[in-house]
């Protein structure tokens, strides 16, 4: 038996689509707290663009890429912990003083914080040490009103960070501080510009309490030990996928990826981006990729939310070998028709198709 204080703490970092999960995260590793940690990764989709765009963790980033953390992967969450503990054991790990997990925009934190402190070998072994969900300042009201997975995101904080308060109004910030504190009363809120947040207001948090949650979430969580006895029991049905996967998101939102590997002129695709926004902009959940622009040698980053384009940025260095553009679309109701022909309309050359 390990002690409570000498198990590996585990943060669960989570928020919408678009509300700023991986900035946040870029500033955190940046910082000697953060010494020693392990990052696992989980996006909607069947190809990654975020771990990309996550800033010196070489080998200490894991990438949980099969699906949906709260739908079919939480066996491989459930695998990866167990293995990272041996690691620690054998000393194939330098360190391993954290893990921090950042869902996808779209999980539902119920049944990743109900693996957590379910399992009997990661409960013994690991410590949940709290929920810091990412709020955007701009989209958060809508998306609480609109989307299930956020207002539950909400609900299991421990931490709540609002972000992009410089692109929001006074008035808005309060109307969503006050709705804020209404789903969770008891989660302090922190503005936060540009992803730069103190270690020390959101790691070490104390062990995570659903009791001192909203009646909702031990709702949640309840449902969630139902679910797994039904998975367990022998006539139970059995969804597609890995065992006891359930599909947990609505069935208008889908992924793709556009791809080019030829540069593209940045005049060019910028105005087949700013068609699709303004024409189709309420569809799109988010948009994110690295660009290959003609005649420069570091890759554009791209991000977008809606109709709202973030600044441009460039990352240092390539991330990889693969030297072409990369944009992951989550839409809803949009069919990747639809953006093939925008990008046809502009850019003179040929997407490659990916999943």
Not at 1 to 30: C, D, E, W, Y
Not at 240 to 261: E, K, P, Q
Not at 297 to 306: A, D, K, L, N, W
Request: hydrophobic share 45%.
């Amino acid at each position: 038996m390990i002690a409570p204080a000498q198990r590996i703490p585990v943060s669960l970092l989570t928020g919408f689509l678009g509300a700023g999960k991986t900035t946040v995260l870029n500033h955190l590793l940046r910082r000697p707290e953060l010494a020693g940690t392990v990052v696992l990764m989980n996006e909607f989709g069947a190809v990654p663009i975020d771990h990309l765009l996550v800033e010196n963790i070489d080998e200490n980033l894991v990438l949980l890429e099969s699906g949906c953390l709260c739908c079919t992967v939480r066996g491989d969450l459930a695998r990866t912990l167990r293995d990272l503990f041996m690691r620690r054991l054998r000393r194939d790990l330098p360190a391993l003083s954290r893990v921090v997990i950042e869902t996808s925009g779209l999980a539902d934190p119920a049944p990743v914080l109900f693996t957590l402190m379910q399992d009997f070998f990661i409960a013994e072994r690991f410590r949940l040490d709290g929920v810091i969900t990412v709020v955007d300042a701009v989209f958060g009201t809508r998306q609480l009103a609109s989307r299930p997975e956020a207002v539950k995101q909400v609900a299991m904080a421990d931490r709540l960070l609002i972000t992009k308060c410089d692109q929001a109004s006074r008035p808005a910030l309060e109307g969503l501080g006050a709705q804020l504190a209404s789903l969770n009363p008891g989660a302090p809120q922190q503005h936060v510009a540009e992803g730069v947040v103190a270690p020390e207001t959101v790691l070490d948090c104390g062990l995570w309490n659903p009791g001192s949650k909203s009646a909702d979430v031990a709702r949640w969580l309840a449902d969630e030990t139902v679910a797994a006895q039904a998975v367990l029991h022998p006539y139970a049905p059995r969804s597609r996928g890995s065992a006891g996967a359930i599909d947990r998101h609505d069935a208008s939102v889908h992924a793709f990826v556009v791809r080019f590997d030829a540069p593209v002129s940045w005049g060019d695709f910028s105005s087949a981006l700013d068609l699709l926004q303004s024409v189709k902009g309420e569809h799109l959940l988010r948009v994110k990729g690295i660009v290959h622009v003609r005649g420069e040698e570091r890759p554009r980053v791209v991000q977008c939310v809606h109709h709202l384009r973030y600044p441009d940025a460039a990352l240092p260095a390539w991330p990889d070998e693969v030297r072409s553009t990369r944009l992951v679309f989550i839409v809803r109701e949009l069919s990747r028709e639809v953006v093939d022909q925008a990008f046809a309309c502009f850019c003179p050359v040929v997407p490659v198709c990916a999943a």
